[in-house]
């Protein structure tokens, strides 16, 4: 395996000093000081530098230092970016300081440094762990990023074969540049890999082009095929436009009609799914019910008027159930009434639907 050193800081905040710093190598030598000079001499003989969120964070005041080093801004891995992509399942991803007893306890940049070591070696396991499709999906749209090129580069050089175990076989890295300048089509791929999953109309080269990131994460959690999974606040922070790229993967009907839209996107099958009725109900020969339901779904504005006990609540509970579901995220619902926030959220738990909660004033912090 290529020589990585884990490495953490405690810096301070206004000066920008580095207070503190922590590193492991992968044969377990460590490193505990202040000393910014014995930190150059631990390093040197590495090759690669791995850490979480070093990329925003350590990296912007010991740079200079690790190039001192002789190891390459190339040659960067962030643990951070890795881990809402290879274990999507999990809403948040800060390094768990299970050694700190208070909130306010001094970081501890050695015993970090080994908890960003331990969640590498994971993030490489989830990777290989992965099917075909899936690794070269990954590799292809970020391998030239900033955030994730280190960590393509280490697995190509330290663990040969294993993105090239794609779908058509390889035993090199080399055979795996050849492969994708000839052969490869990637929207091709990601459309055969998430085909019944996002809508087949949508412009997957554009997203591909524009927005590769956004769209690994976004296919990292469709392909948990889990209703709990979300997308972390750490990725919609940084991230802001995942959001947009999931509602047109998944939440964007297309007029055609495609076997995802058909299926995940239909208020017919969604009514019966969630209520267990077959069809909406009719006001004086209107189908007032199912238009306001309709003109949700395709995401257009709409007022609609219901008498008292008219059957309202429909026309924004499948919609808003259906977007959550598709997105993984969360809808929400504005009422101007209290109690009736209340009746919704019993009513939509005599159905079985347990994924509602009210907020309002009368809730304690």
Known sequence: MKNIAF????????SG?????GSI??????????????FIEFLRGSEYICGHNIIKHDLKYIKNTVEAAGIKDANFIDTLYLSPLLFPKKPYHA???????????????????IKARDLFFDEIKAFRELDNEMKWIFYTLLKDKEEFSAFFKFINETLTGEIANNPNGFDTPEALDGYEQKHCDLEKIIRTKFRFQIC?????????????????YCLALINTKSRNSITPPWVLKNFPEVERIMF???????????????EA????????KYFGY??????????????????AVSNKSLLAVFPTGGGKSITFQVPALMSGKNSKGLTVVISPLQSLMKDQVDNLEKAGITEAVTINGLLDL
């Open 95 to 113: 390094l768990v300081k299970d050694d700190k007893l208070q909130a306010d306890d001094i970081n501890n940049p050695l015993n970090d440094s």
């Open 25 to 38: 190598k992968g044969n377990s030598d460590l490193f505990h000081s202040a000393s910014v000079a014995d």
């Open 278 to 295: 077959n069809s909406y109900r009719i006001y004086d020969g209107e189908p007032l019910q199912e238009k306001a339901v309709r003109a």
């Open 265 to 272: 996107l239909d208020i017919h099958k969604a009514l019966k």
């Open 7 to 14: 490495i953490d800081t405690e810096i301070e905040p206004k």
């Open 248 to 262: 047109l993967l998944r939440n964007n009907p297309c007029l055609e009609g495609c076997e995802y839209c058909n």
């Open 17 to 21: 000093k580095v207070l503190d710093i």
């Open 200 to 216: 087949e109309k949508v412009n997957l080269s554009k997203i591909i082009y524009q927005n590769p990131i956004e769209l690994a």
